[in-house]
């Protein structure tokens, strides 16, 4: 697959890509720079950049997130935690952040891919792989004697060593079965040594098989200190209305726009001129992607004289306009503008409640969950 200049700017610190000769394309007089996709999965640059950025106006939701992985540690439950937000609100950055919050424990982490098929146990696979250390280019004996040191002393550990390695990519030939059960007796056998974070990112983007694992693992696993997080855009709702619902161990948080001092924080460093960093203040509504995105454009590459740069702001999308490759920013930021004033008539019914209630909820199924406006759409690395 391909990407082209505003794309690959976007998701250049996701993903590893290679440039590729320039385009011809209909109706474009130059030649467009295009990049290749090679790895989606996964990017030691992501992790890097995460040090040294600047992380603000998270601090309810990270506390959210310290006091159900304390509950899981102190009481031996699992529980089932599911953030939800836009495309570029903050999802995985929190994650990230909570991650390095939390020591003696094991993070477990995968990410569903938003392509392809048979990817169902995707992210179970890295993070199995990632429990024992392997990265799935050893050979099969090596992945087996390494499940079989977790797993020694289980009466079921010769099936569970077998799932796994089906699971993790080691059988090709066989089809993965008993998935749940297996997953779940491993974490419980992890769990037993060390607290155990499983942290699933996209999961919008899930199958269903996936989503039943996570089920069953919330339900069934006893006396075992293990926390489930779900990182997904709001639309998740849309096709599992009854996620986490009537479970005691579910929660849900929702992230909303940052607000103005946070955002202001995040642009105040650069270089800019003050009418311009207010403007992307007020444009960026809140998403951190999209005012870091607008920050980039401005200062890497946009004009130089501060009145174009004003013009270039006040562009819209569709008017064959260089703001038109941010088009999604600009919808994410006006859907989360009309979050933030109040206007959220077009988010799922239990997201409405839980804006005009607190941040975070319980787990209430939604009998009739409503669609929302796709958001970041345009993002999505097809
Ligand atoms: N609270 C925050 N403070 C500072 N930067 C943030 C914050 N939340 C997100 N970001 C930055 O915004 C960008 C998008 O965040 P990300 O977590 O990838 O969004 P999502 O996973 O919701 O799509 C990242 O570069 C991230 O570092
Ligand atoms: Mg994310």
Redesign the pocket.
């Known amino acids: 697959m391909l990407l082209g200049g505003s794309t690959h700017r976007l998701v250049r610190d996701q993903v590893t890509t290679e440039q590729v000769e320039s385009l011809t394309m209909k109706g474009k007089a130059e030649p467009v720079a295009a990049w290749r996709l090679l790895d989606a999965a996964r990017s030691p640059r992501a992790a890097k950049r995460?040090a040294t950025?600047?992380?603000?106006?998270?601090d309810p939701q990270l506390r959210l997130l310290q006091d159900a992985f304390q509950r899981a540690v102190g009481e031996h439950t699992c529980q089932l935690v599911t953030v939800l937000?836009t495309?570029?609100?903050?999802?995985?950055?929190?994650a990230e952040e909570f991650a390095a919050t939390i020591s003696d424990a094991l993070v477990l982490t995968g990410r569903c891919l938003s392509y392809g098929q048979g990817a169902t146990y995707w992210p179970l696979r890295q993070a199995v792989l990632g429990a024992v250390g392997l990265t799935g280019e050893e050979p099969a004996d090596a992945a087996e004697a390494a499940f079989t040191a977790v797993l020694r002393n289980d009466p079921d550990a010769a099936n569970i060593v077998n799932r796994l390695l089906i699971l993790a990519g080691f059988n090709r030939e066989a089809v993965p079965e008993d998935v749940p059960w297996a997953v779940r007796l491993f974490l419980e056998l992890l769990a037993a040594q060390w607290p155990v974070l499983l942290e699933v990112d996209d999961l919008h983007w899930a199958e269903s098989g996936l989503l039943e694992v996570l089920e069953h693992v919330a339900d069934w696993s006893r006396d075992s200190p293990i926390m489930l997080l779900g990182?997904a855009r709001p639309e998740f709702y849309d096709s599992r209305p009854a996620w986490g619902g009537g479970k005691l161990n579910a929660t849900a948080v929702l992230?909303s726009p940052?607000d103005d001092a946070?955002t202001v924080s995040?642009v105040d460093k650069h270089d800019l001129p003050e009418a311009i960093k207010r403007r992307i203040v007020d444009t960026s509504g809140g998403n951190?992607?999209f005012a870091?995105q607008l920050v980039a454009m401005l200062a890497d590459e946009g004009p130089r004289r501060p009145r174009q740069r004003r013009r270039y702001l006040d562009r819209r999308p569709g008017r064959g306009c260089q703001m038109g490759d941010a088009a999604y920013g600009i919808r994410a930021a006006r859907r989360a503008h009309r979050v933030r004033h109040g206007h959220h008539h077009r988010l799922p019914l239990t997201l409405r409640r839980s804006l005009t209630r607190t941040q975070c909820r319980s787990h209430e199924p939604e009998p009739n969950g409503r669609r929302t406006d796709g958001s970041g759409s345009s993002m999505d690395l097809r």
């Open positions: 995460r950025n600047l992380f603000v106006g998270r937000g495309a570029g609100i903050g999802k995985t950055r929190l990182l992230l940052l946070a995040l951190p992607l870091e």
